[in-house]
């Protein structure tokens, strides 16, 4: 399956479920990341920022889903030349990260 039916099928399953929850949020940022990876990045960004705020209101702002989703948000803001917000989501999502995980962990190495 493509990028572009695995963001057809999750858009229309968060439509369909509606709602808030800690899966629907999972899947919006999944959702985001395809379309980064496919060049959308208008798109990934309006999900992603939803995602944050929604991932932020149900487990705070120190939870590693949250810095996950700020490490694809910043990526997204820099492809559209936001570059300051960019590096501030960045390096709040790289310091959640090392709180919660040990350096080697890879994608705490990379940040």
């Not at 229309?12 to 999972?26: F, M, P, V, Y």
């Not at 990876?37 to 798109?43: F, S, T």
Request: aromatic letters at 2%; a positive charge; one cysteine or more.
């Amino acid at each position: 399956m493509g990028m572009a039916r695995a963001g057809q099928l999750g858009g229309k399953t968060l439509q369909r479920h509606g709602g808030t929850s800690a899966d629907s949020e999972a899947l919006r940022r999944m959702l985001g990341e395809c379309l980064l990876r496919a060049g959308r990045d208008k798109e990934a960004l309006e999900l992603l920022r939803l995602a944050e705020v929604n991932q932020r209101a149900l487990a705070g702002a120190e939870h590693p889903s949250v810095a996950t989703t700020q490490v694809l948000l910043a990526e997204a803001l820099a492809r559209r030349g936001q570059q300051a917000e960019a590096v501030n989501l960045w390096q709040q999502a790289r310091d959640v990260l090392a709180r919660h995980y040990p350096p080697q962990q890879p994608f705490v190495a990379a940040s």
